[in-house]
């Protein structure tokens, strides 16, 4: 992969940091490259996890609903020397994550929507964040929606039932072929519905439905404020680009959002 060089200005930072004051509901729609940072490596692109090891199945839901008991199976054994969960496990939030956690306690963003499966945004402290693809880290009831996290959950017979309601679980990693779960899907067209602004980070915003929530606020009259390290698909409808890398640059714009703060409370 070439290497891109960092060529946003603070010129350029202070101006998204207006922007985003400016806005009367802001939120973040965050996607993998965000996570780079952190050692979880890409799906797609050079030395994409996909590209070195192919694409899962795009039925993977329909197989696991087949046979819920080998999913399981298949699913425990994988996760042990499997180069993902590998680095799933070891990541730690970047200053990226904690920057977005910065800008929602000044009361600048109010919700992050992710594509990201890695819980970093959780663990960094994310109170508003609707995981639209799941959490690697949790388990989720197909019937009732409970989420679990794993140590909540005995995985000696499989599938494991819902504590709740009996119903069968499955990671909540949504897989090819599965529907976004209906409580996130419908948070997240909360939230596109009041929002004026959504500063994308580290997504090209090409999948759905994740990119049809930034191209309805822009539709709209709301602005695109993009931080991304490459041009992407939705920069043409971008109202700015700052290229940049999100964990560098995302600290860099809330500290400019903290200072124009301080500075208009002076
Ligand atoms: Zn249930």
């Known amino acids: 992969m070439a290497q891109q060089a960092e060529t946003a200005s603070e010129g350029e930072v202070l101006a998204a940091a207006q922007m985003m004051l400016g806005a009367r509901y802001a939120i973040a729609l965050t996607g993998a490259g965000m996570s780079v940072e952190s050692g979880i490596p890409p799906f797609r692109g050079p030395g994409g996890l996909w590209t070195k090891h192919g ?10 609903l087949a046979d819920p008991k080998k999913a399981w199976e298949d699913k425990l054994r994988r996760t042990q020397g499997d180069e993902l969960y590998a680095a799933l496990r070891e990541a730690r939030p970047n200053p990226g994550h904690q920057a977005l956690v910065e800008m929602e306690a000044l009361g600048v963003l109010r919700c992050v929507i992710t594509q990201n499966i890695d819980n970093l945004h959780r663990a960094a402290g ?3 964040l609707a995981e639209i ?20 959950i005995a995985l000696d017979e499989l599938p494991p039932r819902c504590p709740v309601c009996s119903g069968l679980l499955k990671s909540d990693t949504v897989a090819f072929g599965e529907p976004i779960p ?24 090409t999948v759905y439905p994740a990119a049809g929530f930034a191209l309805e606020v822009k539709r709209r009259g709301g602005r695109l ?7 992407s698909e939705i920069t043409a409808v971008c109202d700015l680009s700052l290229r ?22 002076a």
């Open 55 to 64: 694409e899962p199945p795009m039925n993977g839901f329909q197989i696991f």
């Open 126 to 128: 994310q109170k508003s």
């Open 133 to 152: 693809h799941g959490n690697f880290a949790l388990i989720r009831c197909l019937e009732c929606a409970s989420r679990f996290g794993f140590e909540q």
């Open 182 to 205: 209906r409580d996130v899907l419908t948070r997240c067209e909360e939230q596109a519905e009041r929002a004026d602004l959504v500063l994308l980070a580290g997504t090209s915003a």
């Open 225 to 231: 404020v993009e931080v991304n390290l490459y041009e």
């Open 244 to 265: 940049a890398a999100a964990a560098s640059l995302l600290p860099r714009l809330a500290r400019a959002l903290a200072g124009l703060r301080a500075a208009s409370r």
